[in-house]
């Protein structure tokens, strides 16, 4: 039997015992089974960005009207931008297919600047081998709960000032954050100006 003439009730329940990847995978796919794709309980989910773009292909080196129209009418994009709006968890531990700076331009082409990529977004963790988590920031917004910054700066001040410009930009897209996990050494930062944070777990110095 092929698999689109299941039932929709089977097919759901298919795509609900998957994991994060392969759901991602399966929403990809078309619009039919991205719009099942959006049943299931994307909250339960932690969701690599890499796997969520991976539909959309590289950065094109014109970025004319023209081209940013064909762009957003695209199916990959069509998908992308509905799945976006459901991930509650996010994990980024590796840098995407297609670059930050062409993903911010296709959503500001959708909707007005400055509003997060993910607006539901809860929970979120870079992982060290970013080399500027920083930049990531247009993920989040007031929806953010949970951040954990996994990233080494015992290597060079450079480093260093990557984690307080990372924890910088978490206080101004998303104040409210209650639990903040950085492990991060010899870096110092005012968390001070979190004023909803109740859990704090830092390997650095507080000012």
Partial sequence: MCIDKLPIEIFILVLSILDSKHLLQ??????????LALDVKWKEHVVELADLLRG???APSN???EETERA???????RVNKLRKMITKLKVSSSPPTHITYIQHLQNAVESPGQPFCPNLRSIKLYRRLSQPDTY???LGHSLQDFTLCFDSTSGEHLR???INALGK??????RVESIAAYSS?????????SKLRVLSYGGNLS
């Fill in 26 to 35: 399966c929403a990809l796919v078309c619009k039919r089974w991205r719009d």
């Fill in 56 to 58: 959309l292909g590289p």
């Fill in 63 to 65: 970025r004319s009207h």
């Fill in 72 to 78: 957003v009418a695209s199916p990959g994009w069509l």
């Fill in 137 to 139: 920031d247009f993920l």
């Fill in 161 to 163: 000032t990557v984690v």
């Fill in 170 to 175: 978490l206080a101004v897209r998303s104040p």
């Fill in 186 to 194: 010899n870096t110092v930062f005012d968390f001070g100006v979190f």
